[in-house]
Structure formats: structure tokens, C-alpha cells
């Protein structure tokens, strides 16, 4: 007797490896904030080397993705568009570990949710691009939710990280826009050379000589996983399924970095981040939720915006 097993479809494979690349993207970018714990060094050397560790991990994969490496390619990174994309993500750098630092996880991961929708109001005023009015409702009800978190923190000590973490959002929703206003800026060569940026400006505020060996190998691994490894994976995942689908799997990141820490280091955030983050959080799901049926429904994947 013979049993015929129906045949997977190639499409569903793809999709099935699609969430498993993106999913562990999500894990290692929800990390972050156990990295940061767990250094034991300042802020300048922990800005230094982790870009460092991140460009150098992120250059190997550069050539081979995105068309490879070729010298027009990589120039271009240094043209104005490219320049203001290099400063961006340097910005974005710094002001991520300085903000891991400086205030909560939970606030830094709530905060940053919201650079999508940053985005997307971005596009609409400077590129007028048609964005859905939806998208431009879930932006503002999550600027209540930061306005929630930024508000209780006046005057309470991580006002600073608020606002280096309000920064790193602000700089990261122009680096999404700004490919779309030049789109010959190649995304994984800009970010090997803002990780070298970023080093060379911050190692000379950097105390190098009081790392040992815990610490040179956390900021490795911070690069390594954290910026280099997480972003190929969700490159690679994001191709594979409708946007929304990635969306809605790395939404969990906002999730799991609070609670790794809190379940690690028993970091608890003030009830306003709990507030704030609820009303953040809540729009995002609703948001990408609808996008996911709408998506569904025409059979094609909707645009993250």
C-alpha cells in the first residue's frame, strides 16, 4: 500500500523560512538591552567599539548582497543624499546606547516603536507622498504615548535617555525616507561606513585601555548579533513574506527587550512607560493588522507605512 503525502508548496517554504529568518532577527535585536546591562563600561567606549564590531561583522555579508561590491556602488554612499544618510545613522547610533544607558530599556524600546509612523508623516510633508490616513492617525495617537513616558520622566532622571532615545527615532525615521528621495543609496555599504564613522569620531572620548575581556567580547557580540547579524536576517526573512506579516513578527521586539531585562535584571519601569507604552503599542498591532487583512485580501503585500 502506498501513501501520497500532498506537496508542499515552494511558496509556503519560502514564507515558513521567511518567519524563522525574521524571528530570530526579532530575538537578536531584542538583545539590546541585555547588552547594555551587562557592560560595564562608559558610554563613549560603548559607542565606539560596538559600531566598530557592527561595521566589521556587516562588511563581509556587503559584498555579496545588494548586488555585491562595485565602486560606483560604494561612492555613492558619499554623495550629498548618501552624506545625509551617513549622518543619520551616526546620530542614530550614538544616541541608541547613549539612550540604553541613560534610561530605561522599556522607554528606549517604546519611544523608538514609534519611527515608522515618524516616517510615514515625513514622506507625507517633505516628499508629499500619499500615505494612508490611518497611518497618519496611528502616528499621532503614538505621540500621545511617547508625550506619556517623555512627561514622567521630567525631572525624574532618564529625562536625557528619553531624549537621546527621541533622537535615535527621529534620525532613524529620516533614514528611511531618505532612500526613497535618492534610491541609488545602497543600504548595507552606508551602514558598514557609518559604523567606521561613528568609531572614529567616538574613540577619542573612548577609556579603551579599561576594557578586559568581558567587555571586548559583549561589544562584539553586540555588533556581531545586534547590528550586523539581525539586519541581514530580516533582509533576508522581509523578502520572503508581505510586509505586514514582517512587521507584526519584529513588533515583538518592543515586547521582549523590556521584559529580557526585567526578567534578567529586574529593571521595572515607571507605570507612565507602562501607559504610554500600552497606547503604542496597541496602535501598532491595529495598524498592522489591518494592513495584514487588506494585504491578504488583494493578494499582494501592502506597503509598510
Not at 515552494?10 to 515558513?16: F, G, K, T, V, W
Not at 529620516?174 to 561613528?198: A, K, N, Q
Amino acid at each position: 500500500m502506498t501513501f501520497q503525502f500532498p506537496a508542499r508548496s515552494a511558496l509556503a517554504s519560502d514564507y515558513e523560512r521567511g518567519v524563522v529568518l525574521v524571528v530570530t532577527a526579532m530575538l537578536a535585536w531584542s538583545c539590546s538591552g541585555i547588552y547594555a546591562r551587562l557592560l560595564t563600561t562608559d558610554i563613549w567606549t560603548a559607542i565606539a567599539w560596538r559600531s566598530l564590531f557592527g561595521g566589521l561583522f556587516l562588511l563581509i555579508p556587503s559584498f555579496f548582497l545588494e548586488g555585491g561590491f562595485s565602486r560606483r556602488q560604494w561612492s555613492s554612499v558619499f554623495h550629498p543624499a548618501g552624506l545625509a544618510m551617513l549622518a543619520c545613522q551616526t546620530i542614530c547610533q550614538a544616541c541608541f546606547i547613549g539612550a540604553l544607558y541613560m534610561t530605561t530599556v522599556a522607554n528606549v524600546t517604546m519611544i523608538y516603536a514609534t519611527a515608522p509612523f515618524i516616517a510615514a508623516f515625513l514622506s507625507w510633508t517633505i516628499l508629499k507622498e500619499r500615505v494612508a490616513k490611518r497611518t497618519l492617525i496611528a502616528g499621532g495617537i503614538c505621540l500621545i504615548g511617547v508625550a506619556v513616558i517623555v512627561a514622567s520622566s521630567i525631572g525624574g532622571g532618564t529625562g536625557v535617555g528619553d531624549l537621546l532615545a527621541l533622537g535615535m527615532t527621529i534620525s532613524f525615521a529620516l533614514i528611511i525616507v531618505i532612500p526613497r528621495i535618492d534610491s541609488s543609496i545602497p543600504i548595507l555599504p552606508s551602514s558598514v561606513v557609518s559604523g567606521f564613522l561613528t568609531f572614529a569620531v567616538f574613540v577619542p572620548f573612548a577609556a579603551t585601555n579599561s576594557l578586559d575581556v568581558n567587555n571586548w567580547f559583549l561589544l562584539a557580540a553586540f555588533g556581531a548579533t545586534n547590528f550586523a547579524l539581525a539586519f541581514v536576517l530580516f533582509l533576508f526573512g522581509s523578502r520572503k513574506m508581505p510586509a505586514a506579516d514582517a512587521a507584526l513578527i519584529s513588533s515583538m521586539e518592543i515586547v521582549l527587550t523590556p521584559f529580557w531585562v526585567w526578567l534578567f535584571f529586574s529593571e521595572m519601569p515607571p507605570v507612565a512607560t507602562f501607559v504610554g507604552g500600552a497606547i503604542i503599542f496597541a496602535t501598532i498591532v491595529w495598524h498592522t493588522a489591518v494592513d495584514l487583512r487588506q494585504g491578504r485580501r488583494t493578494g499582494e503585500p501592502p506597503v509598510r507605512l
